[in-house]
């Protein structure tokens, strides 16, 4: 299908696709299985120039916005979800600091992530504060210069290799969800340490760590935006980032077809390809025609995201100022709906696609050394972070219940 990408994009796809199929599709049971991290991957990934590709030429990216983070994810995440999320993880931690930061937060942060040199990570997740955010125990103490940072982050994806960290952590507990600020935090700041770090059911290649924070000391120039802002922060990051999970399960959706397509064209049972049998043509044509309808959801909802901040990001290079601050000026609207209807269709899509695909292989599909149950344990976490798929469903459902409340239908 013909999505009307530039010719920019259409660069990116193939370029992205050519390093999967290089670079990954060799290396992913490897990675799968020991749970190292990627290195030599994401030093393709740097030289192909692909972790800044939404990010703005300001700070050395290509200027491109969510549809080209969510192109570059896509076509990674079609060989392994788990190393894809090398891009995708680190654009959540560096989307926060990109909207809300100031410009000398930008200068100093933005062009190490844009180039890949270091990944970010985002964690606002805590043992006892899953899918209410607001119920987080870290506190963040103004002492003179500096915040002092006291407590634990829980499932933190890039945990260890990361090295620059937006940490959500209440800075007045009194106020609850208007008491949360966001903060950069480096790696090597003293009192920031890694725990327990998780044995995971699928996208191993991606360390998932829990951090500590125990009396550490960041500078109080450090905080993103304003204290109190912290929930604003991580609300209108997801907007712009759960476009990238939906990307994430497109992938790993049309990867596991890709696979499942070459097997059951030449696997013959009966004497026929079992792809002519017809049960299985049905499953072949429900699960591209699952993947089709949430590729064109996911790309006109990028794109809109995208046509909507473009001025605001435009505004904010040219004058230095806060891109959260010319969206309120320009009364950009917010795609949370749209974002978290991404999400759980693309998401669900690889679950339902990954499962078929295993059951369209038979016996093969369930074996480790055949690549198609990998992406079936990989799928599941795209209905799972950044906000369970009943998290979407409750947000895009209060939406919706508003928006019939207040137009006359
Ligand atoms: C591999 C992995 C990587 C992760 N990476 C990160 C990361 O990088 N940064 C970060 O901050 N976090 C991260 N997380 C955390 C993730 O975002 C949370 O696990 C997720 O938001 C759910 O929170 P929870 O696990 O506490 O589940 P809970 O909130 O305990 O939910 C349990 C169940 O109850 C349901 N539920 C809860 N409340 C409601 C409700 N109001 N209505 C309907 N159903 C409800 C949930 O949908 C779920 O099914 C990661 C998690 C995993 C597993």
Same mark, same amino acid.
Request: with cysteine; glycine share 10%.
């Given at each position: 299908?013909?999505?009307?990408?530039?010719?920019?994009?259409?660069?990116?796809?193939?370029?992205?696709?050519?390093?999967?199929?290089?670079?990954?599709?060799?290396?992913?049971?490897?990675?799968?299985?020991?749970?190292?991290?990627?290195?030599?991957?994401?030093?393709?990934?740097?030289?192909?120039?692909?972790?800044?590709?939404?990010?703005?030429?300001?700070?050395?990216?290509?200027?491109?916005?969510?549809?080209?983070?969510?192109?570059?994810?896509?076509?990674?995440?079609?060989?392994?979800?788990?190393?894809?999320?090398?891009?995708?993880?680190?654009?959540?931690?560096?989307?926060?600091?990109?909207?809300?930061?100031?410009?000398?937060?930008?200068?100093?942060?933005?062009?190490?992530?844009?180039?890949?040199?270091?990944?970010?990570?985002?964690?606002?997740?805590?043992?006892?504060?899953?899918?209410?955010?607001?119920?987080?125990?870290?506190?963040?103490?103004?002492?003179?210069?500096?915040?002092?940072?006291?407590?634990?982050?829980?499932?933190?994806?890039?945990?260890?290799?990361?090295?620059?960290?937006?940490?959500?952590?209440?800075?007045?507990?009194?106020?609850?969800?208007?008491?949360?600020?966001?903060?950069?935090?480096?790696?090597?700041?003293?009192?920031?340490?890694?725990?327990?770090?998780?044995?995971?059911?699928?996208?191993?290649?991606?360390?998932?760590?829990?951090?500590?924070?125990?009396?550490?000391?960041?500078?109080?120039?450090?905080?993103?935006?304003?204290?109190?802002?912290?929930?604003?922060?991580?609300?209108?990051?997801?907007?712009?980032?759960?476009?990238?999970?939906?990307?994430?399960?497109?992938?790993?959706?049309?990867?596991?077809?890709?696979?499942?397509?070459?097997?059951?064209?030449?696997?013959?049972?009966?004497?026929?390809?079992?792809?002519?049998?017809?049960?299985?043509?049905?499953?072949?044509?429900?699960?591209?025609?699952?993947?089709?309808?949430?590729?064109?959801?996911?790309?006109?909802?990028?794109?809109?995201?995208?046509?909507?901040?473009?001025?605001?990001?435009?505004?904010?290079?040219?004058?230095?100022?806060?891109?959260?601050?010319?969206?309120?000026?320009?009364?950009?609207?917010?795609?949370?709906?749209?974002?978290?209807?991404?999400?759980?269709?693309?998401?669900?899509?690889?679950?339902?696609?990954?499962?078929?695909?295993?059951?369209?292989?038979?016996?093969?599909?369930?074996?480790?050394?055949?690549?198609?149950?990998?992406?079936?344990?990989?799928?599941?976490?795209? &209905?799972?972070?950044?906000?369970?798929? &009943?998290?979407?469903?409750?947000?895009?459902?209060?939406?919706?219940?508003?928006?019939?409340?207040?137009?006359?239908?």
């Amino acid at each position: 299908m013909d999505y009307g990408l530039s010719e920019t994009q259409n660069e990116i796809v193939s370029v992205a696709y050519q390093l999967m199929r290089e670079k990954i599709r060799p290396v992913r049971e490897h990675y799968d299985k020991t749970e190292d991290f990627p290195w030599p991957v994401v030093d393709a990934i740097r030289q192909a120039d692909l972790f800044g590709v939404y990010l703005p030429e300001k700070y050395g990216g290509m200027g491109g916005g969510t549809l080209d983070l969510c192109l570059v994810v896509e076509q990674l995440s079609r060989g392994c979800g788990g190393i894809a999320l090398c891009v995708a993880g680190s654009g959540l931690g560096t989307i926060p600091i990109l909207l809300f930061g100031n410009e000398a937060q930008r200068q100093k942060w933005l062009p190490d992530l844009t180039s890949g040199k270091k990944i970010a990570a985002f964690a606002i997740t805590e043992a006892e504060a899953g899918s209410d955010a607001t119920a987080m125990k870290a506190t963040a103490k103004l002492d003179g210069d500096h915040y002092i940072l006291n407590g634990a982050k829980a499932f933190i994806s890039g945990g260890k290799i990361a090295e620059t960290y937006v940490v959500f952590a209440t800075t007045n507990p009194a106020r609850g969800a208007r008491g949360i600020g966001a903060f950069v935090v480096e790696k090597g700041t003293p009192g920031f340490t890694f725990g327990k770090k998780e044995d995971k059911m699928g996208i191993r290649a991606n360390p998932t760590y829990e951090l500590i924070f125990q009396n550490c000391r960041i500078p109080k120039e450090n905080l993103l935006y304003k204290e109190g802002y912290g929930l604003f922060v991580a609300q209108t990051t997801f907007d712009m980032s759960r476009p990238g999970v939906a990307a994430q399960g497109l992938g790993i959706a049309q990867g596991a077809l890709d696979e499942t397509l070459a097997y059951v064209r030449v696997r013959k049972q009966f004497g026929q390809p079992v792809s002519s049998h017809q049960a299985i043509g049905h499953m072949i044509a429900d699960c591209s025609t699952a993947i089709e309808s949430s590729r064109a959801l996911l790309y006109a909802t990028a794109k809109a995201v995208d046509a909507a901040v473009k001025p605001a990001m435009d505004a904010a290079m040219a004058k230095g100022t806060i891109v959260f601050d010319e969206m309120n000026a320009l009364k950009v609207r917010r795609y949370t709906k749209e974002s978290a209807m991404c999400k759980v269709l693309c998401s669900d899509t690889a679950m339902k696609v990954s499962v078929d695909c295993v059951q369209m292989c038979g016996g093969i599909g369930y074996m480790r050394d055949f690549p198609v149950e990998k992406y079936m344990r990989d799928a599941k976490i795209t &209905q799972i972070y950044e906000g369970t798929n &009943q998290i979407q469903r409750n947000e895009i459902a209060a939406m919706v219940i508003k928006e019939a409340a207040t137009h006359k239908l």
